[in-house]
């Protein structure tokens, strides 16, 4: 029990930091088409920022001005590379954000060196919000739980309430309708991607000292943020933050639940071992293949229902 | 549009940066380490301690009259890239290679090398291995070519146990899954069972690497299974991701680690390590303050000079120490006179401790040290506030554990 | 990846005599190359050229059948090293049994097996990934290249681990009575690969099914009302790749000897897109010479910079703005202009634009050199140096030369390359008039 309540929690907050992550993706992919593997790069570029900030200024300025600063360098990009690469075509886009992958990587190696930086949960947040069957659970990750969750309604209300809003959620579903009824499809596209940007700098502010700050930060949060948002479905934030949490409580139960695929075989009076490629993939305990989970579930998922969980249109 | 003059530019202008700066005639090593990408700190770390140990040697004569001097190339930790700059040292007529970051690219060195060897007995090469720890390299790969300048994962694990305090009786086990983190958990396994049975393992784990973003699952088992130690060879974010969780979650638990020394790791662990971080090292810089040696302390103060980071490669001073002098006793770089020459040599360190290159593997045996993270100690680690206290020295002698290495020697 | 690619220049359109002169001359320096870097004075081949043309020779290999997919029918992969590193893998233990007297396999075939083992791997994932198309076909990709290449990490038995598998490539099994010690004997076995998969996958294009694969690209609705199955017509298209690919691998393993798990990671993947993409997709020879060029960039550029990485950054970012259609693109372009002989006209703004061009580099990979060197390089103990002279990093001398190369060559290249592409204009506008006229 007191495994399942802590994992439970253990893979929400983990569910959420990928939900701010993908929620950029989410609008930027199924919007523009760009499969922006640079939004991992932008969300190290958030921690690195809010390092720099936080160190002179303190955790709160960092908080909000790391994002913008991250926004900001999103437009320059959409305006200045971006827009002038889409009529190349999609894999132009894409080798474009690829090339930013490395100049961003080795730039951030140039300024601040290879060390791993000592970005710290500021001290006003490091204490044990409550105790749980003896495992603390820290304040700071019921601040994530209330800054994404925030996000989550910030985006909601601005989808839903405000004009730019319509606008953008129409031309997530049907881009062509929305240039043809006469709006500024470029003007949109930049909001969109500052935007994304933006998500993606608050999640490496928030997630740079929850996890680490160092230049390899991006590589590993990069395919995963692309599963999600391919899992949850195109064109839907709701997908994108259902399928977040989906993986969030995967890779943590695959890590609690020690079976293998040869512990499903006892049953049927199969034992396996033995020293042979096959006694190898059927002995090899869940919590080793967890994190490959999402990559299998995507794979299936777009092979059965290529919109994926809640998309509004085939990937 | 002329992309292609723009490249020849670009050919031509760098060849201009990579101008050979000396023109004296040194005694190169080529030194073959990941200088890019995502494990550049390894390198770049090495090679700041290459760049001050040289010049410590140089000062003492070099060889030969001699002056040593670095190389550099970089081996995007990947085998192939490693193997094609064998190639240029041998182009250039190197005798010696150096490289010290990923057991793997070892293996493909040491094959690659003996393969050279076997093919071009006109021009060989030596392979000093710097830090490639995985124990096979010196048991059932082991070569002629290759000499291990540090200790493999067993020394450290024989250490890392000898060090375990009398208390404790129950530990957990956690490791990356690849070459090296295997290694080091069917040791410590190994070493728990032969020196310290009444040590219990409660759980074990091997963990992919650098996929694991959220550790408080692993933390959650860990603390269910009851266990006071987790004994661990993860470095970078998997030790530091690992520890914040556990620090978190509040875990009450002892870190036996094997690389949290490294460069990077103090300031990434922070106060979270106090009284609990362990690590196996072959140096680091209180050392010569409890041993009372000024040499040794000269040699740390000035370290910390220029730079902001731990020294703790005393292995590769004593390596390039124990090479001029082999290089001297063969009158000539010639790689088979001077691997003959390096059998069986001995050297100390600045602080007087024995180091012996062993003939029937080419392992080094080195003096290690169990430390503890600790507040208030004489240097700091990367201005962190804490630094290492050593908890148990073990030395070389008591370090020879037996080999299966079973090496075939070229006739000449 | 909802639109289909650009609409292309015909693959297979060219004059037959004078495509062959260059296809000739381009072996003929493939086989002469090793010897220009042959050293008299110790009568030795240079190892490291070898190496580094071998690693171009199976690239050439690798980034043409991977345009099979993305430049001939529009598939965007992401896991073709997988097919790679599963056909270097199998000639590893193919030459290990070999070697150990269980198979008799002259060395000259070795690679083929590993073709079939990429076909063989590529017919199991292609059939699931080459069900969708577009976007959700690339994302199955990357599904599949994550998966392959984490499970080679995980398995000893097949892949080894991190360690990867080794093997000797002296198994003394030659239809010709070669050893293959030395690096030049396997460079030409290499090369006669290369030619042989060259020329399978040009005679490919050339088949109803290389036109289909066109046609899919082009329009999939289209083409499945004159009667082909889009989806088989991408498995078989995807298959056929793969068996390239594995080619590929099988010379790679010879090469080094060892494979390892990056012959099947993600890196390798992205570099086969690179490579084809920088070289140009809608050409078929274009590939090739992204290949060759990302090649020397990596092997070469890295000996002389450590941040050769950011290179490789600002090459493809440029390319991808200005030069979409590749190398091979501009070469294609100066076609007819060259046919009517107006190429002369191009040889001034040509210049012009190289010398604002040339500052902006050099200006360029100052600032780059001097920005790493005074943050990472200083400490490594490196003396920066040009032409043998000392630069010192602290002095406000060598950044205000950069800096003004770098901004006057930005701000005098914009001027020349107007005035460039009204020049450019006008004789594509003559040379049009002209085909009109004729």
Redesign the interface.
Known sequence: MEIVVGSLLNGLVYGMLLFMLASGLTLIFSMMGVLNFAHASIYMLGAYFAYEISRWAGFVPALILAPILCGAIGAAIEIWGLRRVHHNGHIAELLFTFGLVFIIQRGLQMIWGMLPMPYRVPPALDFALFTMYGANFPAYRGFMLLVSAGMLLAIYLLLKKTRIGLIIQAALTHPNMVSALGHNVPVVFTTVFAGGCLLAGLAGVIGGNYLTTESSMADAMGPIVFVVVVFGGLGSLGGCFVASIIMGMIQTFAVVFDYTLGDLLVPLGVSVGGDNLLGEILTVPMARIGPLLPYAMMILMLLFRPRGLLGTRDT | MPIIKHLLAVATMLSCFALPVAAEDTIKIGYVDPLSGTFAQQGDASLKHFAFLIDRVNAAGGALGRKFEIVPYDSKLQPAEALIALKDITDRNISFIMHCAGSNVAAALIDGVAKHNARNPDHRVLYLNCGALASDLTNDKCDFWHFRFDANTGMRAETLVRGLPKTLKSVYLINQDYLFGQTLQRETKEYLAKLRPDIKIVGEELIPLGKVKDFSPYVTKVQSAGAEALITGNWGPDLNLMMKAAADAGANLQYYTYLSHVVGGATSVGAMGENRLHTVTEFHPNVPSEQNSAAGEEFVTSWRKDHDFDLFQMNNYVLLKMLAAAIDKAGSTDPYKVALALEDSKTTDPLGHEYIMRKEDHQMLEPLYAAQFVRGVKHDSEKTGFGWKTETVVEAAQLAQPTTCKMKRPAS | ???A??ATVAIGAKPMGRAWLWWGALLLLALVLPWMFYDWT?G?H???M???LS?AGMMVIFALSYNML?GQAGL?SFCHAVFFGMGGYTVIHLLSSIGAGDIGIPMEVVPLFGGLAGLGMAIVFGY?AT??R???F???T???G??LA??S??????FG????I?T?RMIDRSLFGLTY???IQVYYLIIGWTVISVVGMYFLTQTPLGRMANACRDNFERAQFVGYDPKIVRFVQFALSGLFAGIGGGL?AIT???V?F??MA?PLS?NA??MA?IGGTTVFAGPILGAV?IT?L???????????????????????????TG?AG?VMAHGPIHKAGQLGRLTVP?LR??VP??AL??GF?GLV?L??FL??GA??????????A?IDVNAFQPWAIVAVCVLGGAGWLRIESKAFNRVWEQVTADVKARELLR
């Open positions: 990846m909802s639109e690619t650009p110790t030795r240079s190892g490291f070898i190496s580094m690693q993305m965007l699931m069900k969708q577009a976007t959700a690339a994302m199955i990357m599904g599949i994550e998966l984490t499970a990490v995980m398995f000893h038995h097949f681990g991190e360690g990867g080794t000797d010690a030395q690096g790679y080094y000897e060892i390892t990056d012959a993600g992205a897109l690179l993409y060029l020397v990596q092997s070469g550029v890295s000996l002389l910079s450590n941040s050769w990485l950011v290179y490789v950054g600002v090459l493809f970012i440029t390319m991808v703005t200005f030069v979409p190398l501009i040509y634009l190289l061009g040339v580099l050099l990979i050199e920005l790493s943050t990472i400490a490594q103990g490196k003396k920066l140096s040009l032409f043998g000392p």
